[in-house]
């Protein structure tokens, strides 16, 4: 239930063309062994709706994955970053992202 509420709480901050968007992602997600979520159960599905059928569809675990990966793919890097520190968990790309901005900070770090 924690997973699908902070999915649910991360969703709500989206406006409802990107929610419209993250359902169109997601009835096309396929890096998952799990089939997509039909267009028919993702109609007319409001933020708790959908947080509730990507946990029942997909398990807690992968549905946070499955969360993170369509926020990045619908450019929506402040929400999943939000996600992630709700979670505890942060992307490679986070990861990267901070190193970058080190090395443009300190341009000789190793010597």
């Known amino acids: 239930i924690a997973k699908t509420h902070e999915i649910q709480e991360t969703l709500a901050s989206l406006s409802k063309d990107d929610l419209k968007l993250f359902h169109f992602h ?6 998952s062994m799990q089939k997509p979520i039909p267009q028919s159960k993702l109609e007319d599905k409001d933020t ?3 947080a509730t059928l990507l946990t ?6 992968e549905a946070l ?3 993170k990966d369509i926020l990045r793919d619908i450019n929506q890097r402040e929400l ?3 996600l992630e ?6 992307t490679n790309a986070n990861t990267y992202s901070t190193c970058f901005l080190y090395l443009l900070t ?3 770090p190793f010597s």
């Open 106 to 108: 300190h341009p000789n």
């Open 65 to 67: 994955q499955v969360t």
């Open 56 to 61: 029942r569809h997909y398990g807690s675990k």
């Open 26 to 31: 997601l009835k096309g997600y396929t890096k």
């Open 48 to 50: 708790m709706d959908t």
């Open 80 to 82: 999943l970053l939000q």
């Open 85 to 90: 520190k709700k979670t505890g968990k942060i």
